[in-house]
């Protein structure tokens, strides 16, 4: 029996876009195991903490998980080739949208190789629908009031809106 093919999709994921679930569902039909990483950065400034970013990840996973996928979510604070290795992963997955993406995460991939060579890197490119959307991009609309229904799942829309408007 061959050992199942485990692989780690970290980011922010704040919130989880449609883009995200995209690469997430693409990523389920190549790995046996895949593991999406919260990550819990100090340096940064998340709209939602860790535990709503997780909570509104696993209300997305249902119909993956009902077409046999095993995925699991879960927050990690360390580095992530270490987070990586503590799962029994071999592979770390990366979506890319456009060029620009791709600069900043071949250094990621280069330096994680260098850590550990034996993790490798897999890049998915977003799909046509799903290029331009960001996190980032989200939230500024969702912030001034915008419709952002086209970028996320309702539910995370409705979170979005309760609290742009719990911050006026």
Known sequence: ???????????????????????????????????????????????????????????????LRAAGHDVTVCAFDNLLIHFTQGLGASIIVRGLRAVSDFEYEFQMASMNSRLDPDIETLFLTASERQQFIASGLVKEIARLGGDVTGFVCAPVAAKLTARYSKKD
């Open 1 to 63: 029996m061959s050992t199942p093919c485990i692989g780690v999709y970290p980011g922010t994921f704040d919130p989880i876009t449609m883009g995200h679930m995209d690469i997430i569902a693409r990523a389920t039909r190549i790995l046996d195991k895949l593991v999406i990483g919260v990550a819990v950065n100090p340096a940064k400034t998340p709209l939602f903490d860790a535990a709503e970013r997780v909570a509104m990840i696993e209300a997305e996973l249902g119909d």
